[in-house]
T-cell receptor, first 109, second 116 residues
Framework: RKEVEQDPGPFNVPEGATVAFNCTYSNSASQSFFWYRQDCRKEPKLLMSVYSSGNEDGRFTAQLNRASQYISLLIRDSKLSDSATYLCVVDTGRRALTFGSGTRLQVQP | ETGVTQSPTHLIKTRGQQVTLRCSSQ?????VSWYQQALGQGPQFIFQYYREEENGRGNFPPRFSGLQFPNYSSELNVNALELDDSALYLC???????????????FGSGTQLSVL
């Protein structure tokens, strides 16, 4: 079983739609959680950290459920520029980030 | 721009050859991590260097080795290349190796290695 699992998608949504991604992790000792965004074959870029209390950054909302060991990302009012791969990332405190395989989002006009 | 630069951007090698990839960290960062990203997968941790010493290693064989220099630039060396080594190799620098600051990773744009 992978340490971090994501639905690979693709999620094809129209502009203006709301879309949600989930991610599960297996290591209950995981300490920190993040969503990264990656455009085609470019470097991953930090989108937002994920806190137990949930956090919001504009159209993006991230939630963490430690009891069920899953993380979610909600994108409201999708833009064409949101098309990318979204990587769920977990820090287990072993000096390395563990990345999921990513969920691909395609926003269509 | 993250201030982390990698070279070369693309590289083609044949099976059995050796390759060296280079990374220049963001100014002031003393920690560098290397990741391998195969097509359709997330980045996989190879190893981390902190102040010129290996500080952690993922599940990669010994033919993957590295160096960090006094100016904190870094190299990834791969010997006896295999077809499965074809991937995007990402370097990331940070100010501190502790887990709590992992969110402050700054990635370079990567080296795309193709092994034929």
């Amino acid at each position: 079983r992978k340490e971090v699992e994501q639905d690979p998608g693709p999620f094809n949504v129209p502009e203006g739609a709301t879309v949600a991604f989930n991610c599960t992790y297996s290591n209950s000792a995981s300490q920190s959680f993040f969503w990264y965004r990656q455009d085609c074959r470019k470097e991953p870029k930090l989108l937002m950290s994920v806190y137990s209390s949930g956090n919001e950054d504009g159209r993006f909302t991230a939630q963490l459920n430690r009891a069920s060991q899953y993380i979610s990302l909600l994108i409201r009012d999708s833009k064409l520029s949101d098309s990318a791969t979204y990587l769920c990332v977990v820090d287990t405190g072993r000096r390395a980030l563990t990345f999921g395989s990513g969920t691909r989002l395609q926003v269509q006009p | 721009e993250t201030g982390v630069t990698q070279s070369p951007t693309h590289l083609i090698k044949t099976r059995g050859q050796q390759v060296t990839l280079r990374c220049s960290s963001q100014s002031g960062h003393n920690t560098v991590s290397w990741y391998q990203q195969a097509l359709g997968q997330g980045p996989q941790f190879i190893f981390q260097y902190y102040r010129e010493e290996e500080n952690g290693r993922g599940n990669f064989p010994p033919r993957f080795s590295g160096l960090q220099f006094p100016n904190y630039s870094s190299e990834l060396n791969v010997n006896a290349l295999e077809l499965d080594d074809s991937a995007l190799y990402l370097c990331a620098s940070s100010l501190d190796p502790s887990g709590g600051t992992n969110e402050k990773l700054f990635f370079g744009s990567g080296t795309q290695l193709s092994v034929l």
